[in-house]
């Protein structure tokens, strides 16, 4: 196995869990394959509120524009790797981006993030994997976000995008959004088959863009967690168990 004395920041988002646990999906991958690559790390800790100078100071590219604005649109995650040079850091931003980085700078034939040459479909496929989140998000997890977010400034830019109010996960129209979810969920599984993860014996940038998302309603609104880790006699609550080792804090 490879091993790397990296000096890499993830620049990620606080919440009030304990240890400033994160919730993004998008900025846990990357911890996700940090911890699985076994590469040092630290995590700098930005806002909604300030990323986009965070981002700017760290000389990280914007990810897209704002469609009301067409301004730049800068988004965690990004990282800084001063592993080579502390004066000229390499700065990589988007999810996927990252990834292709640490596979192709810290290569490791035993553990690699990315099986194929494709990027077009492995974003394919982390939309695939996102449909079992379509349907509750903005009705039901992202008030769950609400809770646990900070700074407070940063809960108004999220409550300005979201319904006023959640829907209930016991209600006609609750049940109905988590239906789909659950059917998105074992369209998965199927997908699967008996494998413990995409990758086969070992995960890949698959598994930990679902781990990501399967954490995010986790910790965001336990009672569609309760719900939905139940689908397949409890697959994926054990899927979350196989890869918390990886979801740890530096």
């Not at 930005?46 to 590219?61: C, F, K, L, R, Y």
């Not at 988004?75 to 999810?95: A, E, G, L, N, Q």
């Not at 965001?220 to 918390?244: A, H, Q």
Request: glycine share 6%; no cysteine; charged share 20%.
């Amino acid at each position: 196995m490879a091993t790397f004395n990296t000096k890499i920041t993830l620049y990620d988002l606080p919440t009030a869990l304990p240890h400033n646990q994160p919730v993004s999906p998008f900025t846990s991958v990357i911890r996700y394959a940090l911890n699985y690559k076994q590469l040092p790390f630290t995590t700098f800790w930005s806002s909604n509120t300030t990323i986009e100078a965070d981002a700017i100071a760290a000389g990280a590219s914007p990810t897209s524009t704002h469609p009301d604005t067409g301004k730049p649109r800068y988004t965690v995650p990004f990282i800084v790797d001063s592993t080579i040079s502390t004066t000229s850091p390499v700065v990589v931003s988007d999810s996927l981006a990252i990834i292709q980085y640490l596979d192709n700078t810290y290569p490791d034939p035993q553990r690699p993030l990315l099986v194929g040459d494709s990027l077009a479909l492995h974003a394919l496929a982390r939309e695939k994997i996102a449909e079992f989140l379509d349907p509750i998000s903005m009705p039901m997890v992202y008030h769950g976000v609400l809770e646990i977010l900070q700074p407070e400034e940063a809960k108004a830019v999220l409550r300005s995008r979201i319904p006023p109010k959640a829907t209930k996960a016991d209600s006609p129209e609750g049940r109905a959004l988590l239906d789909a979810s659950k059917n998105a969920l074992s369209d998965l599984a199927r997908v699967m088959g008996e494998q413990r993860w995409f990758g086969g014996d070992r995960p890949v940038y698959e598994d930990f863009m679902l781990l990501g998302y399967l954490n995010f309603v986790r910790h965001s609104r336990v009672d569609v967690w309760g719900i939905l880790k139940t689908v397949e006699d409890g697959r994926f609550e054990r899927m979350v168990g196989d890869g918390e080792k990886w979801a740890r804090m530096e």
